[in-house]
């Protein structure tokens, strides 16, 4: 049994796995799994979501997260482990393909988990989005138009790359679960060590792309 309760977080693109692996990884450790935007945050996510402002949106996820934090931080005293589908990673690395010219420091003393970073082949990944049924935000569509930058964003961060291409969801958390046992004490190097900082966006030539 590990020292401290495992807390575990998964990353990735739309269509990479996080939301179908995340309950039965959270099944499987016999953890929480977390909202990391709380119920209490749904309605007004909505409103924020269909509007343009990026730095808004940021804030507006990052308050979430905070609170989240929160919980997860009292789970984890209470020997709890813990499952999130994304955690500051993804905000801070969408935001930042997006164009958000906000800079962002994490505290030092955040509750930090082994991170899985969910990778998955481009077609495949297409196959999954067409099978959803949920609408498509325009959030969403930036996100797929600016998937390779939220992929370079993503390696800023510290995470363990899993392919789930052409795997079932138990073979991906089967993977999860055998992988060395040290990587998944929770809290087992502080966020401060690991500064993540969202750098300002320089202006964009005219007539280039901006999403």
């Not at 939301?19 to 450790?29: I, K």
């Not at 800023?156 to 958390?173: K, L, N, S, W, Y």
């Amino acid at each position: 049994m590990p020292d401290r309760p495992f807390f575990e977080a998964l990353e990735g693109l739309r269509g990479s796995g996080k939301s179908t692996v995340a309950p039965l990884l959270a099944a499987a450790r016999g953890a929480v799994l977390v909202p990391t935007v709380p119920i209490f945050y749904q309605s007004l996510r909505r409103q924020v979501d269909l509007r343009e402002n990026v730095e808004a949106r940021l804030c507006f996820y990052l308050s979430a997260l905070f609170t989240a934090a929160e919980e997860i931080r009292g789970h984890l005293a209470a020997g709890t482990p813990v499952v999130v589908e994304s955690y500051f990673a993804r905000c801070i690395a969408n935001h930042h393909a997006f164009g958000a010219r906000l800079g962002v420091t994490l505290p030092p003393d955040l509750p930090q988990p082994t991170t899985y970073h969910l990778l998955c082949a481009e077609d495949e990944r297409q196959r999954r989005l067409a099978q959803r049924i949920k609408p498509i935000s325009r959030w969403d569509a930036m996100s797929e138009e600016d998937a390779d930058r939220i992929s370079t964003a993503y390696a800023q961060f510290p995470m363990h790359r899993i392919d789930t291409t052409g795997r079932a969801p138990e073979q991906i958390v089967q993977t999860i679960l055998t992988a060395q046992e040290g990587h998944h004490r929770a809290d087992a190097e502080p966020v401060g060590a690991h500064p993540h900082v969202l750098p300002p966006v320089p202006r964009r030539p005219e007539g280039t792309h901006v999403s």
